[in-house]
């Protein structure tokens, strides 16, 4: 997970299979602990201000670095929804005192608490009052309930305060260590793959990047890799990944990955990404779950006929996915 440094989550089991895809031996009840138990793993609007899982110690600076953009946007959307200033910052006490009152709270509950004092809950009024709470640093997603993730307060889980803004060389800083840990998990990429991946402006990204400018070589192509990355496999294993993948979200360009003419099998449009099937880090089709009883069931359905050892690699996957879920 820190190698990734932020997976998108707002598909809590398409994130649980992101980390599954990249490890060994765990289970999505593991997860699940680290999410609600240990607090090893948080969720937040960080990259594109949308849901990832991060480490609990990654949280803070993240939301440093992206929550400004994100609250001021948040605004913008509320006075659209019909929901004023102060109402937006009523709202952002009412969540603070109903998580110090009451602990973790659902989406459901906080809304009530909201529209309990008058403020509109109607529409997208909700969630964005919600992300404003978070972009302040008062709330987080932390534990779960019945499969869904619940509010709670920045302060207790994380043990302090988030800051929700950095500047000078704090700022400098955080944007050094966000090069360095996108590059550690993505590279080679260009200047414009990490604004887009991160959300911040091109001009952070360069910033970041010029930062370790001493810690990285440069390709062709505008590309920049780690000097110390590591050495690449001469050949990747066969991988089922899950949608809305970091696989498939992690450059601008994802034809490396995916074949010009099975583009919209994989990407078919409105914001959505399939889980795919690779061998050797190319995609050769889809695939899906399906819980039936207690039982998981995965179907491949690939874009061509696979060759032999490609169909048992990748049924060997199918059978990890369902040891990996199991009985929930």
């Not at 200047?191 to 001493?214: F, K, N, Q, V, Y």
Request: net charge positive; glycine share 10%; aromatic share 6%.
């Amino acid at each position: 997970m820190a190698r990734l440094l932020a997976v998108q989550a707002q598909d809590l089991r398409a994130a649980r299979l992101a980390l599954r895809a990249r490890g060994r031996g765990f289970t999505a009840r593991d997860v699940d602990r680290a999410l609600s138990i240990e607090r090893s793993l948080v969720v937040g609007w960080l990259c594109r201000g949308t849901l990832h899982f991060v480490c609990r110690e990654d949280y803070p600076w993240l939301l440093g670095l992206t929550g400004p953009l994100q609250a001021a946007t948040s605004r913008r959307r509320l006075g659209e929804e019909g929901v004023s200033a102060d109402d937006g910052e009523r709202a952002v006490t009412v969540i603070e005192k109903a998580l110090a009152d009451e602990g973790p709270l659902g989406r459901p509950e906080l809304a009530e608490r909201m529209a309990d004092r008058g403020i509109r809950t109607e529409g997208q009024a909700t969630p964005l009052l919600l992300n404003l709470a978070a972009m302040r640093g008062v709330s987080l997603l932390g534990p779960l309930r019945d499969d869904t993730q619940l509010f709670a307060l920045a302060h207790d889980w994380l043990g302090t305060a988030p800051p929700t803004e950095l500047a000078g060389a704090d700022r400098e800083r955080a944007l050094a260590e966000l090069a360095r840990r996108y590059l550690a998990g993505h590279g080679p990429a260009t200047e414009a793959d990490l604004a887009a991946w991160s959300g911040l402006p091109l001009r952070d990204a360069r910033a970041g990047l010029a930062a370790i400018a001493a810690e990285v070589v440069e390709l062709d192509g505008g590309l920049v890799e780690l000097a110390r990355r590591g050495r690449t496999p001469g050949r990747l294993p066969a991988r089922l990944l899950p949608a809305f993948d970091p696989y498939l979200l992690g450059w601008q360009d994802r034809s490396f990955a995916v074949p010009a003419r099975y583009t919209r099998r994989v990407h078919p449009g409105g914001g959505i990404l399939r889980a795919v099937a690779l061998v050797d880090g190319v995609a050769v089709g889809t695939w899906s779950r399906r819980r039936r009883g207690g039982r998981v069931d995965v179907a491949i359905e690939p874009f061509t006929a696979l060759a032999p050892g490609a169909a048992r690699a990748l049924r060997a996957e199918a059978a990890d996915v369902e040891r990996f879920e199991g009985r929930r």
